[in-house]
C-alpha cells in the first residue's frame, strides 16, 4: 500500500519560514509526480503546486498566491517531498497534504492517495 | 481558471436513499478531466472517480459518475451509513486544477 506521510507542520509568525515534508513508502517515488493541496479549516481544498518525476523533467508549477514565495522540491534517494514556503501569511494558515498526481491523456491528473495531512498556523 | 460550482451545497438524505450531487463548471473541462473525492471529518480527501466516470481501486459499485462539458454529477445509487460526508469535485483539463467546494451529505 502506498502510504504519505508528511510533517514539519507548527506555529509560524507572520513573514516567518516553513519547511513541509512528505516521507513516501509503497510506490516508485521516483517515478511519481507529486503535489501539495492544502485546506484551510472547514473550507475547500486548494492545490498549491507540483514536481514531476525527474526523468520528465522535475520542472514545477504553482498556484498565484503561493508563486515566489513557496518551493516543491524533492529527494529521490530519500523517497521525500517537500515544500519549502517563505513570506508566510495569516491565509496560509491550512492543513497541507501531499498527494500522488495520476494522468491519462492531460497534462494534469487526479490525486491518489493522500497523506494525513499537517497542520500550518500562521499568526502573530 | 475554471470555477467548479457544486450543488446543492448541502444535501440531507436517509440511508437507503438516492443521492445526486452536481459540478458545474464555469467553461468546458477539455476531456471529461474531473474527479471526484469524499472527505470524512478529519481524515484526508480519497478518491471516489477519475475521467469523469472510472471508479477508482476499491470504491463500491453504488457510486458512478456522469456528465461531459460544463455538467457533471455523482450519484450514490443507494445510500450507506458511512456515504455521509463532503464530497468534492475536481477538474484537471486546464491549468491550474481547480476543485468545487464541496457538497455535504447529512443524514436526514
Known amino acids: 500500500d502506498v502510504q504519505l506521510v508528511e510533517s514539519g507542520g507548527g506555529l509560524v509568525k507572520p513573514g516567518g519560514s516553513l519547511r513541509l515534508s512528505c516521507a513516501a513508502s509503497?510506490?516508485?517515488?521516483?517515478?511519481?509526480?507529486m503535489n501539495w493541496v492544502r485546506q484551510v479549516p472547514g473550507k475547500g481544498l486548494e492545490w498549491v503546486g507540483r514536481i514531476k518525476s525527474k526523468t520528465d523533467g522535475g520542472t514545477t508549477d504553482y498556484t498565484a498566491p503561493v508563486k515566489g514565495r513557496f518551493t516543491i522540491s524533492r529527494d529521490d534517494s530519500k523517497n521525500t517531498l517537500y515544500l519549502q514556503m517563505n513570506s508566510l501569511k495569516i491565509e496560509d494558515t491550512a492543513v497541507y497534504y501531499c498527494t500522488t498526481e495520476f494522468s491519462s491523456g492531460s497534462d494534469y491528473g487526479w490525486f491518489d492517495p493522500w497523506g494525513q495531512g499537517t497542520l500550518v498556523t500562521v499568526s502573530s | 481558471e475554471i470555477v467548479l460550482t457544486q450543488s446543492p451545497g448541502t444535501l440531507s438524505l436517509s440511508p437507503g436513499e438516492r443521492a445526486t450531487l452536481s459540478c458545474r463548471a464555469s467553461?468546458?473541462?477539455?476531456?471529461?478531466?474531473l474527479a471526484w473525492y469524499q472527505q470524512k471529518p478529519g481524515q484526508a480527501p480519497r478518491l471516489l472517480i477519475y475521467g469523469a466516470s472510472s471508479r477508482a481501486t476499491g470504491i463500491p459499485d453504488r457510486f458512478s459518475g456522469s456528465g461531459s462539458g460544463t455538467d457533471f454529477t455523482l450519484t450514490i445509487s443507494r445510500l450507506e451509513p458511512e456515504d455521509f460526508a463532503v464530497y468534492y469535485c475536481?477538474?484537471?483539463?486546464?491549468?491550474?486544477?481547480?476543485f468545487g467546494q464541496g457538497t455535504r451529505l447529512e443524514i436526514k
Open positions: 467553461q468546458n473541462v477539455w476531456g471529461r478531466y
Open positions: 509503497g510506490l516508485t517515488f521516483n517515478n511519481a509526480w
Open positions: 475536481q477538474q484537471y483539463g486546464s491549468s491550474p486544477g481547480t
